[in-house]
Structure formats: C-alpha cells, structure tokens
C-alpha cells in the first residue's frame, strides 16, 4: 500500500550524463514536490508542480529540469549530472492545505 | 525567507529519560509547524505537527507546543526508547496554497540503552 513512490532507488550515473528520477503517488494528491537531500542536511526544495504549474526555487540550478505528465506521475531530469549534484532526491506530495508525505527516495551517485 | 533555528544539534539521552528539541522562527505569518523523523537513509516521516490556532498537541509519548508570541514551537518526546534514535526536523510553512515547508538544521537524537 504504498502512497508515495520512487525509482530506482539507488541511480549511479557518470559524469555528465543525463539521468532521471522518477515519483508516483497513489494518494491523488495535486501538488507535489521534489528536493535534495545531501548527508546530515535539511532537505532542499527545488521546485514543485501545483496541478500543472510549475514552480521553480530561485536557487535551483538550471541544470535540473521537472515534468508531471500527469496526476500521478512527476519525473525530476538532470542534464548535465556533476559531482556536487550526488544527493539523496526525496519526492513528497499533499493536498493544498496538508501534510507533505514523502517518497523513500533515489539516492543518486555520480562517478 | 523565512529562518528556522533548532537546537540543540545532537541530544544524548539515557532510555526512558525525556528529550526535547526547539525551534524558534521570525516570520509570525507562519501558521502550520510540523515535525519530521528520519532514520539512516531512510524518508523523512510526519510524526506530529500542529497548527497556529492550538498551543499544544500529543500523541502518546509525544507532544508538540508552540508559542507563537515568543515564536518558538518544541517536541517533547517522553520515555524515550532506542528506536526514538533518528534525526529529526522541525518545519513551518504559511498556507499560500501550497505547503512551501522551511526546514531546521535538524537534531541528531540518540537513545542509549
């Protein structure tokens, strides 16, 4: 039964190469949201789709990129992975007006 | 933006001692406050949250207050137990349709047998 959901789970790539994330939800939720983890830190929101629009941080490098084709899918694309970028990608989504849940995450690796 | 504090960064307890971890925040708009657990490489899990118009919440053996005129909400977790060991993050977010969730530094809690 479960809500939020991400593959791969652990996602090695090389330096520069493209690779995408990707989350699911089950909950119908219309808003939903990706960040950054990285080891010991606060998660870090880069953008998140109202419905349809989308919402970039300001400080979100141009190098991620995010698409939801639909309700209940939501991908996050970097183009150009570099060595800084190896994090833990945490899916989350809520209603309006609740409780973000969150996905158990892609770690990603960049050689 | 909006700034969150949390303090203490890492708390050692003995178990069945009580823990409590505080966050203090600027921005008085902000109006909804949860707090997150999140175990090794594990997602961050709601444990509790509360809303500017209650001064206190629990759920078992643990409880939320908040003090919204001196700005700063607390976990109180009681009777802790070697499972409570985890990191956990206090938020807080202003309703702007969205839940746009401003996150503390985090608490590193561990629990000794």
């Known amino acids: 039964d479960a809500m939020v959901i991400q593959n791969p789970r652990y996602q090695v790539t090389q330096f520069g190469k493209p690779v995408t994330l990707s989350c699911s939800q089950t909950l119908n939720h219309n808003v939903m949201y990706w960040y950054q983890q990285k080891s010991s830190q606060a998660p870090k929101l880069l953008f998140h789709y109202y419905d349809k629009d989308f919402n970039n941080e300001a400080d979100t490098p141009d190098n991620f990129q995010s698409r939801r084709p639909n309700t209940s899918f939501c991908f996050l694309d970097i183009r150009s992975p570099g060595l800084g970028d190896a994090a833990m990608y945490l899916c989350a989504t809520s209603t309006s007006l609740e409780t973000q849940y969150f996905g158990p995450g892609t770690r990603l690796l960049v050689l | 933006g909006e700034n969150v504090e949390q303090h203490p960064s890492t708390l050692s307890v003995q178990e069945g001692d009580s823990a409590v971890i505080k966050c203090t925040y600027s921005d008085s708009a902000s109006n909804y406050f949860p707090w997150y657990k999140q175990e090794l490489g594990k997602r961050p899990q709601l444990i509790i949250d509360i809303r500017s118009n209650v001064g206190e919440k629990k759920d078992q053996r643990i409880a939320v207050t908040l003090n919204k005129t001196a700005k700063h909400f607390s976990l109180h977790i009681t009777e802790t137990q070697p499972e409570d060991s985890a990191v956990y993050f206090c938020?807080?977010?202003?309703?702007?349709?969205?839940?746009?969730?401003?996150f503390g530094t985090g608490t590193r809690l561990l629990v000794s047998p």
């Open positions: 938020a807080l977010s202003m309703n702007t349709g969205f839940q746009k969730l401003v």
